[in-house]
């Protein structure tokens, strides 16, 4: 019915000349349906007073309409010249502002999904930077280590022609650059993942199979430490679905995190285990623990117990990497500490 007013540009006159059509309408048909006006009485049978009369009749019906049709229009329109104003708002970067509108009808409702999509904007936006300051304060670092590197050696306080010093100079320099290498790399991969950008190659594989290749692969670092790590597969032919390859990496992570992250001697153990429906991979050791109000924060990008630091220390994103493919599986990794030592797990669908 509106679009049918579409020479009009504002909504607020197609809505006054709908309201007033309508009560117009309505005047009109009240009229007919309480029958003719009563008899005119002779001194107003004269023609020109029959046609005054019906001119100050249809002027008060006119302005009364109107007048109704304005407030209407203006009540009808005030939550939409709001949403305006907080979206005009929200253009210009102020993520604060909300409509606030209780009431219970469509105009509520879609008050309520503009708010709650401002809510999730703000959030993104605080996310977005408080990235930011995280990456440059991961970068400072090792940018810093270089500079000061280089500067020794400018300076001649490294002497290039001493080859031990200028050994060491060069290899500390190439530590530093691939730190910034694998955090660069992990960052785009994590940033793959937020953005659902990731796909993963879903087919059957053995259960077994990532986890044997994972603990072959940290054998020689673990026994530098003196750590165990075997493995508990109850049913060597049970078989999931999932990315082989982006499992082994959750594996190797979840195992690598509780060689570095514990002292030597501990035990590690994977598990393989059939439940219902489903196959549930676990890593446990008996190390250092994690604290309770530390377990979820664990899985958020650069999130590192400092105190306990291992040295070199980790880019804190290798648990959020693993739990953005373990997500992308339809799935959930989880971590429980009970005191002593440390058990993340986590489960696939079995074929
Ligand atoms: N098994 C564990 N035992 C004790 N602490 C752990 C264990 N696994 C993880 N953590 C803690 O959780 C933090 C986050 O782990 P995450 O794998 O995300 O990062 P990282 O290992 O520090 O760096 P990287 O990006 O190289 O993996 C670690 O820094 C460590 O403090
Ligand atoms: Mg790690």
């Known amino acids: 019915m ?27 048909s009240i009229m007919l349906l309480f029958g003719p006006p009563p008899p005119i009485s002779p001194p107003l049978r004269q023609k020109g007073e029959v046609r005054a009369a019906f001119l100050q009749g249809g002027l008060c019906v006119l302005i009364i309409s109107s007048g109704a049709a304005f407030l209407l229009s203006l009540n009808f329109l005030r939550p939409l010249l709001k949403m305006r104003k907080v979206s005009e708002k929200l253009a210009c970067g102020d993520f604060s502002t909300r409509i606030g509108l209780n009431s219970n009808d469509e105009l509520g409702d879609l008050a309520r999904a503009f708010d709650s999509m401002a809510s999730r904007l703000e959030e993104n936006i605080e996310g977005r930077i408080r990235l930011a300051g995280d990456i440059s304060h991961e970068l400072n670092s090792p940018l810093a280590a270089i500079r000061v590197n280089i500067e020794a050696l400018l300076d001649g306080v490294t002497d290039i022609r001493n080859e031990e010093e200028r050994e060491k100079a060069l290899s500390s320099m190439l530590y530093q650059t691939k730190r910034i290498s694998v955090l660069v790399e992990d960052l785009l991969e994590l940033a793959k993942f937020e953005a659902r950008a990731v796909k993963m190659s879903m087919a059957p594989f053995a259960a077994s199979e990532p986890v044997k290749r994972v603990i072959e692969s940290v054998s020689p670092t673990a026994a530098k430490k003196r750590i165990t790590v075997d493995h508990d597969i109850r049913d060597e032919e049970l078989r999931v679905l999932g990315d082989k390859t982006r499992i082994t990496q959750v594996m190797q992570n979840l195992v690598n995190n509780a060689i570095q992250h514990n002292s030597e001697g501990v035990h590690v153990r994977v598990s393989v285990k059939r439940e219902a429906g489903s196959v549930r991979f676990s890593v446990a050791d008996d190390g250092i623990g994690i604290p309770a109000h530390e377990l979820e924060n664990v899985f958020k990008r650069f999130h590192r117990l400092d105190k306990r630091a291992q040295t070199p220390p980790g880019s804190g994103l290798g648990l959020a990497i693993a739990s953005g493919i373990i997500g992308a599986h339809g799935s959930r990794i989880s971590v429980e500490s009970p005191g002593k030592g440390t058990r993340f797990f986590f489960s696939l669908p079995t074929v």
Do not use: E, Q, T
């Open 2 to 28: 509106l679009s049918k007013l579409s020479f009009l540009r504002s909504i607020r006159w197609k809505l006054f000349l709908y309201f007033m059509g309508a009560m117009l309408l309505a005047a009109a």
